[in-house]
């Protein structure tokens, strides 16, 4: 299945189950425990291994994971299927912000251009300091890096795009996932930065959890 059409059918699932939480999501990631379990693990997949990662493009330590996270992806490509999930908090301050930023990727994944692109999105948001957030200024930076203009805009105004970023949030609450960025391995493990490995040592933690 498409991960755009994957990542919706996840999110429908999840929305019959969500249940209005009684104050606003955290406006800002916290550090936290490396590898914990949560409480309402998915469902597991029956061939490969599934990592999720949840990021945010504006999240300095998304960006660092990037790389070493692309790196351990490649050496499990046998074993594990990676996926992404772009933060949206509903009712923080950076709600906006992370609905246009999840806009992009989810256009880039329906363009099949995540695996080219997704660095470039970070180092232009964090060395350039690129504002991507709205459809102008997405076409803007997709012109850049020689996507076609008009093969962007129908992606990025679709209605499984616009489906995707609605659902991120509900995403985010339905696997309790408060601080970025997050991997959770099968649905039931999830690494995340901590005050003694940091991100530096979240592939070894995904490593010890795949096998």
């Given at each position: ?22 104050v ?71 709600e ?35 504002d ?30 616009q ?19 997050t ?17 530096e ?11």
């Open positions: 299945m498409n991960p755009l059409l994957r990542t919706a059918v996840l999110a429908a699932v999840a929305s019959g189950l969500l249940v209005t939480p009684a606003a999501a955290p406006e800002v990631p916290h550090e936290g425990g490396l590898v914990g379990r949560i409480d309402n693990p998915g469902p597991g997949r029956a061939v490969k291994q599934e990592a999720v990662e949840f990021f945010w493009y504006d999240c300095g330590h998304s960006q660092q994971l990037e790389v070493p996270l692309e790196r351990w992806a490649e050496k499990h490509r046998s074993d594990v299927t990676l996926r992404r999930v772009p933060a949206v908090w509903a009712g923080s301050r950076e906006q912000t992370q609905r246009g930023h999840a806009r992009l990727y989810y256009t880039l994944e329906q363009l099949g251009e995540v695996d080219r692109l997704q660095l470039a999105v970070f180092r232009a948001v964090h060395e350039r300091e690129t991507v957030t709205t459809e102008e200024t997405a076409l803007a930076w997709a012109r850049t890096v020689g996507l076609d203009p008009a093969g962007f805009l129908t992606a990025y105004r679709s209605e499984e795009v489906r995707a970023t609605d659902a991120a949030a509900g995403l985010l609450t339905r696997y309790q996932v408060d601080e970025l960025p991997v959770l391995v099968q649905g039931g493990q999830r690494v995340q930065p901590s005050r003694d490995g940091g991100v040592g979240m592939p070894d933690a995904l490593d010890r959890l795949v096998g």
